[in-house]
């Protein structure tokens, strides 16, 4: 299925920085960036619970947080792009 993960995290201190790039990293892991804080990833189920775990576990939910839109396996119906950074889509084969 086809996850976009958005997040907001305070950056006003070190360890907001920290937790930043640690939410960044997590999500590159598992998909493509397509915003600054919008990822794209595909997923099955397993992988869906233990990634939204370790975000979990990374943010202060006191003051950052996290937004999960689950578009299911029908997704590239669902997507219209304008503009510049044209994505691609993770299933497709990769020709390099």
């Known amino acids: 299925m086809l996850v976009l993960i958005t997040y907001d995290v305070s950056t006003t201190d070190a360890k907001g ?7 960044a990293k997590l999500c ?7 915003q600054n804080s919008v990822f794209e990833c595909v997923l099955n189920s ?7 775990h370790n975000l979990e576990k990374t ?3 006191s003051e950052d947080s996290l937004r999960f839109y689950r578009l299911g ?17 993770i299933e497709d084969p990769l020709i390099l």
């Open 17 to 23: 920085r920290k937790r930043l790039r640690k939410v």
């Open 28 to 34: 590159q892991d598992h998909g493509q960036r397509v």
């Open 46 to 52: 397993a992988e869906f619970a233990e990634l939204k």
């Open 59 to 61: 943010i202060d939910k």
């Open 73 to 89: 396996n029908n997704y590239k119906s669902k997507i219209d792009h304008i503009g510049a950074k044209e994505s691609f889509f």
